[in-house]
């Protein structure tokens, strides 16, 4: 597992409960989780693992910015727009697909915290060339 794959990783547990913002939830969540790692990552990271979720059909991207329904669902966008620039207006949201949802089970033995939420002391990502993904 590479770096990316662990960031992708991180992001998809991050939307996997609800619809969540890049600026506001996800970047802040993975930063976190992968700095217990000792990973910087970067918000350009998080992005290209968003849009490579999206491409994957793991994720889907939303506008809930306006909705005229009550359904989240119905802000659906069909293209990934621009990510940028930091969004100050929170927009753009992302949430996990049942394609997303499967992966996300299946790494429970990759997952590198706890239930309290710290580093399991023995883990190791997973063997060089051996993807999680696609």
């Known amino acids: ?7 992708r990783m991180m ?3 991050t939307i996997c409960e609800d619809f969540e913002n890049i600026d506001q939830i996800i970047l802040p969540m993975v930063a976190q989780d992968c700095g217990k790692l000792g990973l910087a990552v970067k918000r350009s990271e998080v992005v290209c693992a968003l849009a490579l979720l ?8 939303y506008d809930l ?4 329904e009550g359904d989240p669902f ?6 990934l727009p621009p990510l940028d620039q930091v969004e100050n ?6 949430y996990i697909t049942e394609q997303g949802k499967e992966l996300h089970r299946s790494y429970h033995t990759s997952w590198p915290f706890d239930d309290d939420g710290e580093r399991r002391p023995n883990w190791q990502p997973a063997l060089p060339g051996r993807s999680m993904f696609k």
């Not at 910015?65 to 005229?68: A, I, V």
């Not at 119905?74 to 293209?79: F, Q």
């Open 74 to 79: 119905s802000g659906e966008l069909r293209s």
């Open 1 to 7: 597992m590479d770096r990316l794959e662990i960031i």
């Open 89 to 94: 207006d929170f927009k753009i949201y992302f």
């Open 54 to 61: 999206v491409e994957d059909g793991m994720a889907r991207a």
């Open 65 to 68: 910015h306006d909705l005229t």
């Open 11 to 13: 992001v998809l547990d």
